[in-house]
């Protein structure tokens, strides 16, 4: 079983930064592929990012490429989300997901096992 704890979350301007950190007592989330989802009022869930399993390549969605970085830091076993340059359109709950069966579609928020209870973002203009 893994218990996944998000924290960072708040309110930002345009422009700002801000990074949320995923924590987990469980398993190491290094044998995870691990990712970092949204879901702003009256939308779908949506994919952000993520770091697989192992050696940890990460992937992004178009819409962060270039302003969002995940990591990871095995030492502590969590995972993290620098976010920079900041939009309103950011503007969500955030969730951290654990996916451990590998293979299947990293976008797909049916492809994770586990998830936390998400952390509010606001980004105002």
Known sequence: ???????????????GSLR?????????LSSYTMAWFRQAPGKEREFVGAIKWGVGDTYYANSVKGRFTI?????????????????????AVYYCAAALQRGLSIVSPQSYDYWGQGTQVTVSS
């Not at 893994?2 to 301007?13: D, I």
């Not at 949320?20 to 190491?28: D, N, P, Q, T």
């Open 1 to 15: 079983q893994v218990q996944l704890v998000e924290s960072g979350g708040g309110l930002v301007q345009a422009g």
């Open 20 to 28: 949320l950190s995923c924590a987990s007592s469980g398993r190491a």
């Open 71 to 91: 990591s990871r830091d095995d030492a502590k076993n969590t995972v993290s989300l620098q976010m920079n340059s900041l939009k309103p359109e950011d503007t």
